[in-house]
């Protein structure tokens, strides 16, 4: 059986997972532990707990528990002191407080969860994502970046403070994987915080895993402002430190309504550029929309309200694409 690992975080990755899990594959997903916004960071700042909000989504997602757990999860309190927080963010945070270590936490919510597949923290010590753009603003913290609409330089360097060490359970799961695959995600929120950690870098090089990009549809002000696909392959590849094998690009029409909402916040559908370049990475170009507007407004209370990202990659799509790569 095929070991596969997804990198990043945030719904992204709770689209390649659920899609994914159908297959007879062994999974795992190497999690962001840099989130600091919502009800994330609230525990963090509160509790002094790692970030829990990431590990649940990936967590959820490969999750074939009764459907009743799976909703108490994903369920956001909408008053009250809890307002606004996460039962499942609640859940991981008392269990980091009762367990001796953070392997105890993992093993005995996957347990609960019955998680087919593994989930592993990027790192177990507490850290914030920093990033310094080219117009000379430095804006730190995942949640304080992830709200910088306003930005139009882009991002010239991305650090963590403090520098933090990697999982030795995720730096293994790199080592053995045969494919490994990057995105969709925010590159400077979800993707980039995971390959910033310490050994993370460096465990890409050495893995024979060929790896395959699902690249974002839409671009993102504050970190992908007007990025091309070409642009955000070269910032990928510079921290992934190799070249990626595989990319998969949406080349079906999106739906008007959504694309003159993410106009409206100067943000537009990625340009499809990589035939103007000469590429060693096999591109496949497919419909992998999710035709849905996941706007707030229409959002299963079950389900995080999105704050901004109202279209995403199908998972049933996207996962027929990749089974296809990986088997």
């Excluded at 995942?142 to 730096?171: C, F, M, Q, W």
Aim: with cysteine.
């Amino acid at each position: 059986m095929k070991k596969i690992t997804v990198i990043g975080g945030g719904t992204g990755t709770f689209v390649v997972l659920s899609g994914l899990k159908q297959y007879p594959l062994n999974l795992g997903v190497i999690v962001t532990m840099m989130d600091s916004g919502g009800s994330t960071g609230k525990l963090r700042d509160q509790l002094g707990v790692l970030p829990p909000g990431d590990l649940r989504q990936a967590l959820v997602a490969l999750s074939e528990a009764p459907l009743l757990w799976r909703k108490l999860f994903l369920y956001r309190f909408e008053n009250g002191d809890f307002a606004g927080h996460n039962f499942g963010n609640l859940f991981l945070s008392a269990l980091e407080k009762v367990s001796t270590n953070y392997d105890e936490v993992m093993d005995t919510v996957s347990y609960v969860l019955k998680t087919k597949g593994h989930v592993f923290p990027v790192t177990y010590q507490k850290t914030n994502l920093c990033v310094e753009y080219e117009s000379g603003s430095i804006i730190k913290g995942e949640g304080n970046i992830d709200k910088n609409y306003k930005e139009t330089s882009r991002v010239k360097k991305a650090y963590l403070e403090p520098t933090v060490l990697a999982n030795p359970k995720a730096i293994r799961q790199l080592s053995e994987s045969d494919f490994i695959i990057v995105g969709p995600g925010d590159m400077y929120a979800s993707i980039v915080p995971v390959l910033l950690v310490n050994g993370i870098k460096e465990a890409l090089i050495k893995s024979s895993a060929k790896i395959i990009y699902n690249l974002n549809l839409m671009t993102k002000s504050g970190q992908t402002p007007k990025y091309k696909a070409s642009d955000h392959i070269s910032d990928l590849e510079k921290y992934l430190g190799r070249t990626l094998d595989y990319i998969i690009l949406n080349n079906a029409e999106l739906p008007l309504d959504i694309v003159q909402w993410y106009k409206s916040q100067h943000e537009q559908p990625v340009e499809n550029d990589l035939h103007l370049l000469s590429m060693k990475s096999k591109i496949i170009e497919a419909d992998v929309v999710d035709k849905k507007n996941y706007s707030k407004s229409s959002a299963d209370k079950f389900v995080d309200p999105l704050v901004r990202s109202i279209l995403r990659h199908d998972s049933t799509k996207l996962a027929k694409i990749l089974k296809k790569i990986v088997i």
